[in-house]
């Protein structure tokens, strides 16, 4: 497997920690036209993420708009920004990739405006205090997970909410074909964040990684074809 790895060996998204309250929610927000923020990092990992889930929900005709933190005038995570970008786009879920897991007062806040938030994150959950109150923190390092690997990047745990809605939008465990075409595709971002997060190129890494080299150097999205270009 290590040296031929397969795409069946990919652990199924339904073992996360949150993952069906979390699609559960994005369902209705889909249905009811709610806006859905998207709260990235800067790194490459939160934007590759974020792309992911963005262009994953203008194909399911949802209501959407992204926040990526500017890393100089509001660091890391979510913050009073979250809070204004939130208001601003009139967002009723926001949903992290790449942070969150300790970001219990800035979610509290958004819980108190009635905005609900899910969070995707790779980062070790705080030693001690409570989580933050989301519908739905998917972690695979939150304490009591049974997730088999530990070690994915905030971009591959972005990928498998992805992959978790496909299931719950095709209404069984197998992906409807435009959904799956659209998550070998997505591949491409997973790899990105993969390599640059440097996380250990075992188990579902080296998966993702192997199949998202090819998913990249076969997309036809014109932003990766020019990065593409530019790294020659």
Avoid at 1 to 9: C, G, I, Q, T, V
Avoid at 65 to 70: D, E, S
Avoid at 103 to 118: F, H, K, Q, V
């Amino acid at each position: 497997n290590h040296l031929e790895p397969r795409l069946s060996a990919l652990h199924d998204p339904a073992l996360l920690p949150g993952m069906s309250a979390a699609t559960a929610r994005i369902a209705q927000a889909i249905e009811r036209k709610e806006m859905i923020l998207v709260h990235g990092d800067y790194d490459v990992d939160g934007v590759t993420g974020t792309t992911l889930l963005v262009r994953l929900f203008k194909k399911l005709g949802a209501r959407v708009a992204w926040h990526i933190p500017n890393r100089f005038t509001d660091g890391y995570a979510f913050g009073p920004h979250s809070i204004e970008r939130a208001q601003a786009t009139g967002a009723k879920l926001v949903i992290s990739v790449d942070n969150g897991t300790s970001s219990r007062a800035t979610i509290a806040e958004l819980c108190d405006l009635g905005i609900d938030t899910i969070v995707t994150d790779h980062h070790e959950p705080p030693e001690s205090g409570e989580l933050p109150p989301a519908i739905a923190i998917i972690n695979p390092k939150l304490s009591g997970s049974q997730y088999p690997f530990r070690e994915l990047c905030g971009g591959a745990v972005a990928f498998k909410l992805a992959w978790g809605l496909a299931v719950e939008l095709s209404g069984s465990h197998k992906v409807r074909a435009d959904l799956r075409d659209f998550l070998v595709e997505a591949m491409a971002y997973v790899a990105i964040a993969t390599v640059c997060d440097v996380v250990p190129l075992v188990d579902e890494n080296r998966i993702l990684a192997r199949y998202g080299l090819r998913a990249l150097e076969a997309s036809k999205n014109h932003g990766l074809r020019a990065l593409l270009s530019v790294a020659k």
